[in-house]
Nanobody, 120 residues
């Protein structure tokens, strides 16, 4: 079992930055690939970014490419999402997720989410 707890959300003006963190406990964090998803009001949950267990491979949704950076610190059992040049359309609840490999179709574990609100 893996427990994931997100933090770092909040209210920020357009053009600003936020750094989300997702702390993991339970099974060995470095055994899992990690992803970030988001869900805006009235919309389906969508993929944002992914990182391999080693951190050597990352992948981003086109909508955030060049603005967001995913990283991880396996010694601290934490994955991060640095969000720069934020836009109002980035407003959503952001969730971190763990799965054994990036190739797996389904997420194994979800966090509870953290709200990000970008004002115009």
């Amino acid at each position: 079992q893996v427990q994931l707890v997100e933090s770092g959300g909040g209210l920020v003006q357009a053009g600003g930055s936020l750094r989300l963190s997702c702390a993991s406990s339970g099974r060995t964090f470095s055994n899992y690939a990690m992803k970030w998803f988001r869900q805006a009001p009235g919309k389906e949950r969508e993929f944002v970014a992914a990182i391999s267990w080693s951190g050597g491979y990352t992948h981003y949704a086109d909508s955030v490419k060049g603005r967001f950076t995913i990283s991880r610190d396996n010694a601290k059992n934490t994955v991060y999402l640095q969000m720069d040049s934020l836009k109002p359309e980035d407003t959503a609840v952001y969730y971190c997720a763990a799965q054994p490999t990036l190739a797996d179709r389904e997420v194994s574990y979800w966090g509870q989410g953290t709200q990000v609100t970008v004002s115009s």
